[in-house]
């Protein structure tokens, strides 16, 4: 069945940039929207934003000038930069797969999560 | 945005009661809205859709109602595996927002 997983650092410094992949395994990358969302220590879930398989993106405003998204259909990959992190980034990073159908947006199939902690 | 507010912010319950968890929104979303469960260390797991469809594999336990503005998800009667945390989300547009999620405790 479909699988995916996140792979990145675990540490970023300050004013530095996340870089995090999520590999797609067993299924196709087209169709659906490739979902990144994080989740603070102890605190809730926070939608960061989509890319789907053309490469055309949407992304939280308020993170909007920070956030880069993208797509690599040969790798069955997608990944996230998330650039001038400081401490209020560090969170677990789930990717997810992004359905938009007649009943609206919903994320059937997530990634284990990945802990990126900015520090110095 | 369009803000999610979920009550209460916790729960302590005991195996086999019914829970009922509320989901509001700060503007209609019609039917929009899901329900994710998540264990501690784990991902959520998408457990009712549109509302009030269950997702494949969710046990029947497990309902979700509402529309507009007002949404509740309830298990009949909880099970062990159920003690987790409750998050419901809206689909109605982006930017997607989740509510700050409602945790089950053993009493």
């Known amino acids: 069945q479909v699988q995916l997983q996140e792979s990145g650092p675990g540490l970023v410094k300050p004013s530095e940039t996340l870089s995090l992949t999520c590999t797609v395994s067993?299924?196709?990358?087209?169709?659906?929207?490739w979902t990144w969302i994080r989740q603070p220590p102890g605190k809730g879930l926070e939608w960061i934003g989509h890319v789907n398989y053309s490469g055309s993106t949407n992304y939280k405003p308020s993170l909007q000038s920070r956030v880069t998204m993208s797509v690599d259909m040969s790798n069955t990959q997608f990944s996230l930069n998330l650039s001038s992190v400081t401490a209020a980034d560090t969170a677990v990073y789930f990717c997810?797969?992004?359905?938009?159908?007649?009943?609206?947006?919903?994320?059937?199939?997530w990634g284990r999560g990945h802990l990126i902690t900015v520090s110095s | 945005d369009i803000q999610m507010t979920q009550s209460p912010s916790s729960l302590s319950v005991s195996v086999g009661d019914r829970v009922t968890i509320t989901c509001r929104a700060s503007q209609s979303i019609s039917t929009y809205l899901n329900w994710y469960q998540q264990i501690p260390g784990k991902a959520p797991k998408l457990l009712i859709y549109?509302?009030?469809s269950l997702h494949t594999g969710v046990p029947s336990r497990f309902s979700g109602s509402g529309s507009g503005t007002e949404f509740t998800l309830a298990i009949s009667s909880l099970q062990p595996e159920d003690f987790a945390t409750y998050y419901c989300?809206?689909?109605?547009?982006?930017?997607?927002?989740f509510g700050q999620g409602t945790r089950l405790d053993i009493k």
């Open positions: 997810a797969r992004g359905f938009l159908g007649v009943r609206g947006w919903s994320f059937d199939l």
């Open positions: 067993g299924g196709s990358i087209s169709s659906y929207f």
């Open positions: 549109g509302a009030s």
């Open positions: 989300q809206q689909g109605y547009k982006t930017p997607i927002t």
